[in-house]
């Protein structure tokens, strides 16, 4: 296989992914990379790290050519064509498997998650005792969305340091949404998000535009 191509549709955005196998080489596509990101690229250390990296430019110049990466005040990252019609982009990663996340409309936040036993003795870290009761806290692939949920909440929150327990909530769910709310110094935000599994990950993204309160 080496690499291939996967595209879904969620409302009005498009995900793309890159699932690649083990004998991956990053080597092998250097030629691909622009010079800032070929430094970028011999920073790394891990080979993990290196393949993501690969994989992530190599996705990103399929869709976008080399356009560069821009950001919002807010750190919402984009891409800027030459027709001057913003794409707003988010980028994630698992095993394997990247993918970018794509809305010409509004802000996308996205999220992959590799579903793993392992979630089942975290989720007292990210959820609180009302979101406990929301989800059935034996299902590993139920936990693994909640986690991947609100990473995608972080995407959309604009800042670094929050708390994932308190400040990044699940309000509701639905057979397909979960309502989530991001809890800023100055304001709140509204988004319903959306999930599905694909090869034993966990695909997370805000179905609509952020409502800010």
Known sequence: ????????????????????????????????????????????????????????????????????????SHGAPYIHSDSNENTFISISHAQNLVGIACNTDFQVGFDIEQIKPKITKIFHKFLNSQEKEMFDLDNISELTSCWSFKETLYKLAGRKLIDFKTELLLLDKTKNLVKGKITNPKEEILVDLHCFEFKNNVITINFNEIVRV
Do not use: W
């Not at 595209?7 to 990053?26: H, M, Q, R």
């Open 1 to 72: 296989m080496n690499y291939c191509l996967h595209e879904f549709k969620v409302n009005s955005s498009k995900i793309y992914l890159l699932e690649f196998d083990d004998n991956f080489n990053p080597q092998e596509f250097l030629d691909t990379l622009t010079e800032i990101e070929l430094e970028r690229y011999l920073e790394f250390k891990s080979d993990k790290r290196k393949k993501e990296f690969i994989a992530t430019r190599i996705l990103k110049h399929q869709l976008f050519g080399y356009q560069e990466i821009k950001y919002e």
